[in-house]
């Protein structure tokens, strides 16, 4: 469990404990990702120090648990997947790093970072107002979407930290790079935001029934509309207490002290109110923002949104750099344009998503 603070947010951006004669240290967060199990280990260095030579003060990268996980049982930390040595690398570079562990990373990654056999679990799927499964339409595959409530999820989650920890922990600043967590990644029902589309898992409808004495409500109803209403804030709060429950878990595991984050995914700030989500990890929530010139209303709009309502050092956790098959292109003047509009909004905190390049694309399992 947390013993002491190793590294926190405040209003500027990281504060990184003292570290031998080194006195406490303010970091701005000039953030960009980079995918050590994309890039061929022999780059890493290459990469590292061509990001440094840019200015970049945070390395970030997801920790895929379906990239990582054996079919059988254990986790590979070889070759271009060695988390150890990339971390190893970015101290040598000078760099610190942030971990995105999940469990939910997306990423562009078949089945959104999860193993197969997670997803496939009937026991682990949320469960749509029918009482089905949720399916989520993505490329390359459809997928059975896990329920955050799910107490067997929960459970192997904790083993999935457990595995991190025995790499990341030894590693943490002051001994090592590693300076911040992000807790899971845009959690927004799996981008199925519907009122009444899900979560009707088992052990969600215990959550509910702890606040409420009625039934969840399966569709919208004009004679029970305030219950309806109140099923909608419960999306938000289940969402919270989904990921104090992950934030615990690391602490658990052994990756406590450090600084925590989150992130929404692109889109308007009232789609989630990130205030309870901040409360549960103890950590600012940023909102992603992937837009053109042309957006800039809408970047502006967020950019003051977060500017106005987190508790401490405004974050855009990935600001898009290049483009994905399924959206539109982001050229240079865009990428320009939309990073001095959110810096003039206050936001004081950017990450590039990606840093350095890879392909869109990449199955796992």
Same mark, same amino acid.
């Given at each position: 469990m947390?013993?002491?603070?190793?590294?926190?947010?405040?209003?500027?951006?990281?504060?990184?404990?003292?570290?031998?004669?080194?006195?406490?240290?303010?970091?701005?967060?000039?953030?960009?990702?980079?995918?050590?199990?994309?890039?061929?280990?022999?780059?890493?260095?290459?990469c590292?120090?061509?990001?440094?030579r840019?200015?970049?003060?945070v390395?970030?990268s997801?920790?895929?648990?379906?990239?990582?996980?054996?079919?059988g049982?254990?986790?590979?930390?070889?070759?271009?997947?060695?988390?150890?040595?990339?971390?190893?690398?970015?101290?040598?570079?000078?760099?610190?790093?942030?971990l995105?562990?999940?469990?939910?990373?997306?990423a562009?990654?078949t089945?959104?970072g999860?193993?197969?056999?997670?997803?496939?679990?009937?026991?682990?799927?949320?469960?749509?107002?029918?009482?089905?499964?949720v399916?989520?339409?993505a490329?390359?595959?459809?997928?059975?979407?896990?329920? +955050?409530?799910?107490?067997?999820?929960?459970?192997?989650?904790?083993?999935?930290?457990?595995?991190?920890?025995?790499?990341?922990?030894?590693?943490?600043?002051?001994?090592?790079?590693?300076?911040?967590?992000?807790v899971?990644?845009e959690p927004?029902?799996?981008?199925?935001?519907?009122?009444?589309?899900?979560?009707?898992?088992?052990?969600?409808?215990?959550?509910?029934? @702890?606040?409420?004495?009625?039934?969840?409500?399966?569709?919208?109803?004009?004679?029970t509309?305030?219950?309806c209403?109140a099923?909608v804030?419960?999306?938000d709060?289940?969402?919270?207490? @989904?990921l104090?429950?992950?934030a615990?878990?690391?602490?658990?595991?052994?990756?406590?002290g450090?600084?925590?984050?989150?992130?929404?995914?692109?889109?308007?700030?009232?789609?989630?109110?990130?205030?309870?989500?901040?409360?549960?990890?103890h950590?600012p929530?940023?909102?992603?923002? +992937?837009a053109?010139?042309?957006?800039?209303?809408?970047?502006?709009?967020?950019?003051?949104?977060?500017?106005?309502?987190?508790?401490?050092?405004?974050?855009?956790?990935?600001?898009g750099?290049?483009?994905?098959? +399924?959206?539109?292109?982001?050229?240079?003047?865009?990428?320009?344009?939309?990073a001095?509009?959110?810096?003039?909004?206050?936001?004081?905190?950017?990450?590039?998503?990606?840093?350095?390049a890879?392909?869109?694309?990449w199955?796992?399992?």
């Amino acid at each position: 469990m947390e013993e002491h603070r190793r590294t926190w947010f405040d209003d500027d951006g990281l504060v990184l404990a003292a570290r031998g004669a080194e006195p406490v240290r303010h970091l701005a967060v000039r953030g960009a990702a980079m995918h050590y199990w994309r890039t061929p280990r022999a780059a890493w260095r290459r990469c590292l120090d061509g990001l440094a030579r840019l200015g970049v003060t945070v390395v970030e990268s997801y920790v895929p648990w379906g990239v990582h996980e054996r079919v059988g049982g254990g986790h590979d930390w070889t070759g271009d997947r060695d988390l150890g040595a990339w971390l190893d690398e970015v101290a040598a570079a000078g760099l610190v790093a942030a971990l995105r562990p999940g469990p939910h990373i997306n990423a562009e990654l078949t089945y959104f970072g999860f193993p197969e056999r997670i997803i496939r679990d009937p026991e682990i799927q949320a469960r749509a107002a029918h009482g089905g499964p949720v399916w989520l339409p993505a490329p390359p595959r459809a997928f059975p979407v896990p329920s +955050y409530a799910s107490e067997k999820l929960h459970d192997e989650v904790e083993g999935w930290f457990a595995a991190v920890a025995e790499v990341v922990a030894p590693r943490l600043w002051p001994d090592g790079p590693v300076v911040a967590l992000q807790v899971d990644n845009e959690p927004h029902m799996f981008f199925r935001g519907g009122a009444f589309d899900h979560d009707y898992h088992p052990d969600a409808v215990a959550w509910w029934a @702890a606040r409420h004495d009625v039934e969840p409500p399966r569709a919208w109803s004009p004679e029970t509309a305030a219950i309806c209403a109140a099923w909608v804030r419960f999306k938000d709060e289940y969402l919270a207490h @989904a990921l104090g429950r992950f934030a615990v878990a690391l602490d658990v595991a052994g990756l406590g002290g450090v600084a925590r984050f989150g992130n929404l995914p692109p889109g308007e700030p009232w789609f989630c109110d990130p205030a309870p989500l901040e409360r549960a990890i103890h950590g600012p929530v940023g909102i992603d923002v +992937y837009a053109a010139a042309g957006d800039l209303d809408a970047v502006r709009r967020r950019g003051l949104h977060l500017v106005g309502s987190t508790s401490s050092v405004p974050l855009v956790p990935e600001l898009g750099c290049g483009h994905s098959p +399924y959206l539109w292109p982001l050229d240079d003047d865009d990428q320009r344009a939309v990073a001095l509009t959110l810096l003039a909004t206050g936001v004081r905190g950017l990450s590039w998503y990606m840093g350095v390049a890879r392909a869109r694309r990449w199955r796992a399992g």
